[in-house]
């Protein structure tokens, strides 16, 4: 199993990442200067430059991922709507947001249920309709050999409030999913802000969802409420969240003897760029913190 280092362009580079008019000026100089084998970003929709960005890609054999999330929570589209005609509303545009990933040579469509809209004592209709989401989109991705998608839970309780979710969840849902033979093009990745938001353990998460999954999001995340910096805000990583330096590398040491669903696992600092920030100076700082966080013999660089 082998540890790659994995850039989420529409994070750190946010304020920049939604000018498809500039934004593969930034993909060429990101890569002359790291050369990275995985890039996550959001997808874009011009078609010249979809054009582009799609040999671009491909001439360097650079692994991507589109993450549909932002696309959907714009349009107030989410897979887990307990209305029906919503819900058939979502799945039809991750359906569109497919196709076009594909036409990116994209590898992964990362994806989450959406908000909870439903009190907790009703929220099994909304984990229900998820899950027929999902299995309907899992059946879509079938025709395309070279894509898949990849669920990404977020916090219930805290921040987000997502109705998926907690890791025993995911953890059910994928032995559910496996005795109906559908996990051939469904992963799940595994974000540590996410995963503390719900008020669980990262190690044990990590145990128990590293056979489904062969993406690690590194995220900090303030857990003190009366903290204008609570939840799940992309920060920087160390103080005041949980996630620094040390214990980034124990969990990465720990998952480094965890079996993965492949053999090479992708691994991302997740931090937002803001509009005052020199992005890539902030970018060099995340691979920095990354490269000194993973094994030193479990590692390509």
């Known amino acids: ?37 995985s890039l996550e970003t959001r997808l874009i929709f011009d078609k010249g430059i979809r054009k582009e960005f799609a040999e671009f890609v491909s001439e360097n054999n650079i692994s991507v991922t589109i993450w549909s999330t932002s696309n959907l929570n714009n349009k107030k589209l989410y897979l887990a709507d307990p209305d029906e005609e919503k819900r058939q509303e979502a799945v039809s545009y991750m359906k569109k947001l497919i196709d076009l990933s594909v036409k990116v040579n994209a590898e992964f469509v990362g994806f989450t249920s959406g908000k909870k809209i439903l009190p907790d004592s009703e929220m099994e209709q909304q984990v229900q309709s998820f899950e027929k989401s999902v299995v309907e989109l899992i059946d879509y991705v ?15 309780e805290a921040d987000k409030k997502f109705v998926v979710g907690s890791t025993d969840y995911v953890v059910d849902f994928f032995e559910r999913l496996e005795k109906q033979n559908k996990l051939k093009k469904i992963s799940v990745c ?13 190690a044990k998460s990590m145990e128990k969802l590293s056979k489904y999954s062969q993406r690690i999001h590194l995220a900090n995340a303030v857990l003190d409420r009366e903290n204008k910096l ?55 700082e995340n691979r920095e913190f990354l490269l000194l966080s993973l094994p030193k013999n479990n590692i390509d660089k």
Do not use: W
Not at 1 to 21: G, Q, R, T, W, Y
Not at 22 to 32: F, G, I, N, T
Not at 190 to 202: S, V
């Open 142 to 156: 079938e025709q395309y050999e070279q894509i898949e998608l990849m669920l990404e839970p977020l916090d219930t």
């Open 190 to 202: 595994i974000d540590t802000a996410h995963i503390i938001l719900n008020n669980e353990c990262a």
């Open 230 to 284: 609570f939840g799940d805000k992309h920060i920087r990583m160390g103080s005041p969240g949980f996630l620094n330096q040390k214990v980034a590398t124990k969990l990465l040491n720990e998952a480094a003897n965890l079996r993965f669903r492949s053999e090479k696992v992708y691994v991302a600092i997740e931090v937002r760029g803001q509009e005052q920030d020199n992005l890539f100076k902030l970018e060099e």
């Open 1 to 37: 199993m082998l540890f790659i280092p994995s850039i989420l362009f529409n994070n750190v580079f946010d304020p920049v990442s939604k000018d498809e008019a500039e934004v593969m000026k930034y993909y060429r100089d990101l890569y002359s200067t790291y050369e990275y084998e």
